[in-house]
């Protein structure tokens, strides 16, 4: 039985990665693991134990070891991504055998079939570090949200970082418009918008219009529509699976489906005209998002008027970090019409903001903390 089993290879553009190793002698068991890999898009490769070529139990992406082999792989070196998968339900050794085997977790099928299916296609995309998400929210209305959000995205790219920039406000206008590419090819909102349990993040990826060297997802010129939850959820789950960054620009009103994006979120970004007018409605728009997110800060816009705040002042009123503040950039409608997005200017206000933002990001998770 041992052998590497080929199965159907991963759905059109998914990167195959390697798929995990099945260590059992149980025919059914390997018959519902088999087809779980299958659903997964993954190949996996079958032993009645550790396999004899060195180094093929360690380097393993996943390793499945069926409740029946769990005394041939006692022996085995200890390492992470081991999965001990049984039957009975009301079997209480289960867990002293995988305590004996070192595996991270004790599956039992079929209850368990979803979370393994995610798992192994995980492995079968070389899922990694998630991406780092950032939420960009208006404090109140013409804040230049999208403006923002599309120069962090820009600016992101340009660095060389995986970056996708996703459109969860339906009534904006499509950010890919901000982008110049309102005619690019590629899916928007409307073909994921019944998208339910997991979504391919290779597939995701390569479906989207490419801008700028970042991919889009942004809404098309036809009727508003809904996203469910649920496929908001699968979306930005599927998007975050790839690495890299994910910036969302998110509508002030906080409904099912921007929740559920909110709760994906690292970091989100409140931004707020420097005059008490906007601090009292981004105050409401905090408290809603505060609900759902931990990490919310604040971005102040088009500094100090007359009779306006600093930006140390605004975020003491509303009792949040401050973040930094974007000054006014003139020339953006122009520099669109000439086919540069916001951040396309490498020596303008926007892109500098966003170049020490993602600077700050990258030496915070270098350090294992927050942004």
Do not use: K, Y
Request: proline share 6%; with cysteine.
């Amino acid at each position: 039985m041992a052998g590497v089993i080929t199965e159907d290879g991963p759905p059109l553009g998914q990167e195959q990665q390697g798929g995990p190793l099945i260590v059992t002698e149980d025919m059914d068991l390997l018959d519902d693991l088999l087809r779980l890999c299958a659903a997964a898009g993954a190949r996996p490769e079958v032993h009645h134990g550790p396999p004899e070529r060195r180094g093929g139990w360690e380097t393993a992406p996943l390793v499945l070891v069926g409740d029946d082999a769990a005394a041939r792989v006692r022996s085995a070196p200890r390492r992470r991504g081991v999965v001990l998968v049984g039957r009975d339900q009301d079997d209480p050794g289960v867990w002293r055998r995988a305590v004996e085997i070192g595996a991270d977790d004790v599956l039992l099928l079929p209850d368990g079939e979803r979370w393994l299916v995610d798992r192994i296609a995980d492995v079968a995309e070389g899922a990694g570090r998630p991406a780092l998400t950032v939420g960009v929210i208006g404090g109140c209305g013409g804040a230049g949200t999208s403006t923002l959000a599309c120069a962090l995205a820009v600016t992101a790219a340009r660095a060389g970082r995986r970056t996708m920039l996703v459109d969860g406000d339906p009534l904006g206008g499509g950010l890919d418009v901000l982008l110049g590419g309102e005619t690019a090819d590629g899916l928007r909102w409307p073909a994921f918008a019944q998208s339910r349990g997991r979504v391919g993040g290779g597939a995701l990826e390569e479906s989207l219009p490419e801008l700028h060297a970042l991919r889009v997802l942004s809404w098309d010129r036809g009727d508003a529509v809904a996203i469910p939850p649920e496929a908001m959820r699968a979306v930005l789950a599927a998007a975050r699976r790839r690495g890299g960054v994910v910036v969302v620009d998110l509508p002030r009103r906080v409904d099912e489906g921007v929740a559920e994006a909110l709760a994906q979120l690292d970091l989100g970004l409140l931004v707020v005209p420097s005059e008490l007018r906007a601090v009292a409605g981004a105050r409401r728009v905090a408290e809603s998002v505060g609900m759902v997110l931990r990490d919310l800060r604040v971005v102040t816009a088009g500094g100090t008027g007359l009779g306006g705040l600093d930006a140390e002042e605004v975020a003491r009123l509303l009792g949040l970090p401050l973040v930094g503040e974007v000054p006014m950039e003139s020339g953006l409608l122009e520099a669109q019409a000439a086919g540069v997005p916001p951040g396309g200017d490498a020596r303008g206000p926007l892109a500098r903001f966003g170049a020490a933002f993602w600077e700050r990001a990258v030496v915070a998770e270098s350090a294992g903390g927050g942004v």
